[in-house]
Nanobody
């Protein structure tokens, strides 16, 4: 059974940092690409970052480039999202997602992702 469980969300002040974790079970991580998405109230779900199955190549949406870092530890079956210099507009529910592939590229199109976590709330506020 494929399962993704996010953790690490919370309340942080502007300029602060959080690290989200996504524990994967039932996956062969070597053949899975992962992504982080977020959805704020009243807004559509947007892709934040993704990491490919081969070579761990990454891609980011423009608004988080230079502030967020996605990484993976296949031995621990965990994907991370390190978020620095957080801004109030980063406030959202963050979701981890995965799809099967064996490529050096990844995409952040939500419909491609077949497995999703339950989400974790991130609130950036003073």
């Amino acid at each position: 059974q494929l399962q993704l469980v996010e953790s690490g969300g919370g309340l942080v002040q502007p300029g602060g940092s959080l690290r989200l974790s996504c524990a994967a079970s039932g996956f062969t991580l070597d053949y899975s690409a992962f992504g982080w998405f977020r959805q704020a109230p009243g807004k559509e779900r947007e892709g934040v970052a993704c990491i490919s199955s081969r070579e761990g190549r990454t891609s980011y949406t423009d608004s988080v480039k230079g502030r967020f870092t996605i990484s993976r530890d296949n031995d621990k079956k965990t994907v991370y999202l390190q978020m620095n210099s957080l801004k109030p507009e980063d406030t959202a529910v963050y979701y981890c997602a995965a799809y099967s592939n064996f490529q050096t590229v990844c995409v952040m199109t939500p419909t491609i992702f077949g497995s999703w976590g339950q989400g974790t709330q991130v609130t950036v506020s003073s």
